[in-house]
C-alpha cells in the first residue's frame, strides 16, 4: 500500500468519517500508529490535519513488556528442532501446522507462566529505567 493509497483508503475512507461519528470535538480521540512512512508522510499529515485528526507515536515495545514473544522463541526453537530431519520434515502446510500444534502442547507452561508473573517486576525495571533495556 503506498502514501496515496493509505490516505484515500484508510485515513479519508474509513478513519476520518469513524472519529467524525463519535460524540466530541476529533481532537479528544487519538490514534496510535507505528513508524510506517505511509503513517508519516506529508500527504498522511495534510489529510489528518484537515480532518482533525490526532496522531500519537507507537508507544516503545519490547519483548521486556511482551511474554508472548518469548514464548513464539520457544516454540520456534522446539519447531526447528523436531523438523530439522528429513523424515519429520512437512510435506505441506497441513503437516507444518500439525508439527506447530504438537510441539505447543509440549512447552513447559511452568516456565511460560513464571514469565507472566514476573512481569509486574519487569514493569517496575522498565520505569526505574525510564524506558531504557533491562538486560545487559
Request: proline letters at 6%; one cysteine or more; glycine letters at 4%.
Amino acid at each position: 500500500m503506498n502514501t496515496s493509497q493509505y490516505t484515500n483508503e484508510i485515513l479519508e475512507s474509513c478513519l476520518a468519517p469513524f472519529v467524525l461519528s463519535l460524540s466530541g470535538a476529533p481532537e479528544k480521540h487519538e490514534t496510535i500508529k507505528d513508524g510506517l512512512v505511509v503513517h508519516t508522510s506529508a500527504l498522511a499529515k495534510k489529510c489528518r490535519r484537515e480532518y482533525g485528526l490526532i496522531r500519537s507515536d507507537w508507544p516503545p515495545s519490547s519483548p521486556d513488556l511482551n511474554p508472548i514473544e518469548n514464548v513464539w522463541h520457544m516454540l520456534k526453537i522446539k519447531l526447528r528442532k523436531c523438523i530439522s530431519s528429513p523424515e519429520k520434515r512437512p510435506n505441506n502446510v497441513q503437516e507444518l501446522v500439525d508439527a506447530a500444534l504438537e510441539e505447543w502442547e509440549k512447552l513447559d507452561w511452568r516456565k511460560v507462566n513464571r514469565m507472566i508473573e514476573t512481569m509486574g517486576k519487569k514493569i517496575q525495571k522498565i520505569i526505574k529505567r525510564q524506558g531504557g533495556h533491562t538486560k545487559y
